[in-house]
C-alpha cells in the first residue's frame, strides 16, 4: 500500500533567530523560533509589545530575513533573497492588511484595489474585474469611485481586505486589524475573516490581545523571543 503523500507545509519556520546589536549588547528578537502552517489555518500570533512578535511578522510576511534559521513559505526558502525577490514573493504570495488601511488618499476605492494587481504586472482588463470582484465581496462595490475619506474606518478595513484579496494570495497576514477600531465594527472585521478562512484561505493574524486571539483557532504566543503557547484556542482559553 502506497504511503499517503503528506502536504507541504504553507509556512515552516525552523530555528529562526533575529538578532540585533545594541551597542555590545545581542538583543535576540526572535530566540529560536520553529513553527509549521498548513494551508486553511487561521493562527492568531498573541505577544505583549516587545515580545518580538512584529519581528516574527516581518520575517513571515517576507519583510524581513532571520539572522539565522530557515524559513519556507509554500515549499520556497525565503530565509537569504534579495530584497527584489522577497518583493517578488510578495506581491505574488501574501495580501496584507494593516491597523492603519495603508490606503493612499488620493485613490479611488477600486484605484487602491487594483495596485498590488498593477505591482504584479496584470492587464489594466483583468486587474479591474478582479479588484472590483474584491470590492463586491466586502460589500462596497457600489462605492468603488469613493476615495478613503468618505468611509468610515470599518468601511476603509474593509478596502484593505479587498486589496489583499485581490491579488489571491496564498497567505493573508492581518498586522492588528481591529487595533483601530470601535468594539462593533472589530466584531464586523473578525466575523469577515472567519468568513475568508472558511472559504479555504490562510490567515495569520498579529494581536496583542489575547481577546482577538481567540477569534482563531489556533494560537501562538511569544514571550521573550520564544513560542511559550502553541495549541487549540480551546486549550489557550483555559490557560488565560
Known amino acids: 500500500m502506497e504511503t499517503e503523500k503528506k502536504e507541504t507545509p504553507l509556512i515552516e519556520l525552523n ?3 533575529k538578532i540585533y546589536q545594541m551597542g555590545d549588547q545581542e538583543v535576540k528578537a526572535n530566540d529560536g523560533i520553529s513553527l ?3 494551508k486553511g489555518e487561521f493562527v492568531a500570533i498573541v505577544g505583549k509589545s516587545g ?3 512584529s519581528t516574527l511578522m516581518n520575517i513571515i510576511g517576507a ?5 539565522k534559521g530557515t524559513y519556507y513559505l509554500g515549499g520556497q526558502d525565503v530565509s537569504d533573497m534579495s530584497d527584489d525577490e522577497l518583493a517578488g514573493i510578495r506581491n505574488k504570495m501574501i495580501g496584507f492588511i494593516f491597523q492603519q488601511y495603508n490606503l493612499l488618499s488620493k485613490l ?3 484605484e487602491n484595489v487594483e495596485l498590488p494587481l498593477l505591482y504584479a504586472g496584470v492587464g489594466s482588463k483583468e486587474r479591474r474585474e478582479r479588484a472590483m470582484a474584491s470590492l463586491e465581496k466586502v460589500g462596497l462595490k457600489e462605492k468603488y469611485k469613493n476615495r478613503p475619506n ?6 476603509q478595513q474593509r478596502v484593505s481586505i479587498a486589496r489583499a484579496l485581490a491579488g489571491e494570495p496564498s497567505l493573508i497576514l492581518a498586522d492588528e ?3 483601530a477600531l470601535d468594539s462593533k465594527t472589530s466584531r464586523e472585521v473578525l466575523d469577515f475573516l472567519k468568513q475568508l478562512n472558511a472559504e479555504g484561505n490562510t490567515i495569520v493574524m498579529i494581536t496583542h490581545d489575547s481577546t482577538i486571539a481567540m477569534e482563531a483557532r489556533r494560537v501562538v504566543r511569544i514571550h521573550d523571543g520564544k513560542i511559550n503557547f502553541d495549541g487549540d484556542v480551546k486549550d489557550y ?4
Open 63 to 67: 519583510l524581513d530575513v532571520p539572522t
Open 15 to 17: 530555528e529562526i533567530y
Open 108 to 110: 479611488s476605492l477600486l
Open 36 to 38: 509549521t502552517i498548513n
Open 237 to 240: 482559553a483555559a490557560i488565560l
Open 177 to 179: 486589524p481591529t487595533g
Open 150 to 155: 468618505q468611509l468610515s474606518g470599518g468601511q
Open 51 to 53: 515580545s518580538g512578535k
